[in-house]
T-cell receptor, first 119, second 112 residues
Framework: DAGVIQSPRHEVTEMGQEVTLRCKPI?????LFWYRQTMMRGLELLIY????????DSGMPEDRFSAKMPNASFSTLKIQPSEPRDSAVYFC?????????????????FGPGTRLTVL | GEDVEQSLFLSVREGDSSVINCTYT??????LYWYKQEPGAGLQLLTY?????DMKQDQRLTVLLNKKDKHLSLRIADTQTGDSAIYFC????????????FGKGTSLLVTP
């Protein structure tokens, strides 16, 4: 398996521009997570999906951020308009969460991240 | 989310053991993890432990969990220079879809 795939790996843009980050989770996984990493705040959960449905978006900073998962093999995180304080590394991760009575989850696998710089 | 705390830095000599500590506050934590991040790279899962376990060993790695004190540690035996990286402690629980709640990371420096 190719693992979690993210694109682009690096993005440099100017303030006010729209930015779209892409993620392809591991085939067969039913949960997808978007995290952001900055020096000041560390790793923060932005949003997660289960079976393509957004479950918790309370970590999304503001209305400029939106995320979609149109199918089980693709998700996007969009920032419009972008601001310099959005500069960070954005990680996508996926896992298989079992819906059985015992529940539980397999481990989360991370993509390589997208390093975003907003000038 | 609830707090996950780690010390920021640790320096050890090559060949010695490293012990990285972590404390968490949420008693509902179901799984506890250790991730490794090398400079400019993504997150690599090292190991994880269920909250009903108190120890897990995997080659050079030993994880100890004290659920009463909400304390987790990672011991790396025979530490090598290639182990220099940032180590993140994280917890997850079912009622948040097993989303990871991370500590700020411990930067491990291994000197020859």
């Amino acid at each position: 398996d190719a693992g979690v795939i993210q694109s682009p790996r690096h993005e440099v843009t100017e303030m006010g521009q729209e930015v779209t980050l892409r993620c392809k989770p591991i085939s067969g996984h039913n949960s997808l997570f978007w995290y952001r990493q900055t020096m000041m705040r560390g790793l923060e959960l932005l949003i997660y999906f289960n079976n393509n449905v957004p479950i918790d978006d309370s970590g999304m900073p503001e209305d400029r951020f939106s995320a979609k998962m149109p199918n089980a093999s693709f998700s996007t995180l969009k920032i419009q308009p972008s601001e310099p304080r959005d500069s960070a590394v954005y990680f996508c991760a996926s896992s298989l969460v079992r819906a059985s009575a015992g529940g539980g989850t397999d481990t989360q696998y991370f993509g390589p991240g997208t390093r975003l710089t907003v000038l | 989310g609830e707090d996950v705390e780690q010390s920021l830095f640790l320096s050890v000599r090559e060949g010695d053991s490293s012990v990285i500590n972590c404390t968490y506050t949420d008693s509902s934590s179901t799984y506890l993890y250790w991730y490794k991040q090398e400079p400019g790279a993504g997150l690599q899962l090292l190991t994880y432990i269920f909250s009903n376990m108190d120890m897990k060993q995997d080659q050079r790695l030993t994880v100890l969990l004290n659920k009463k004190d909400k304390h987790l540690s990672l011991r790396i035996a025979d530490t090598q220079t290639g182990d220099s990286a940032i180590y993140f402690c994280a917890e997850s629980q079912r009622n948040s879809g097993y989303a990871l709640n991370f500590g700020k990371g411990t930067s491990l420096l291994v000197t020859p």
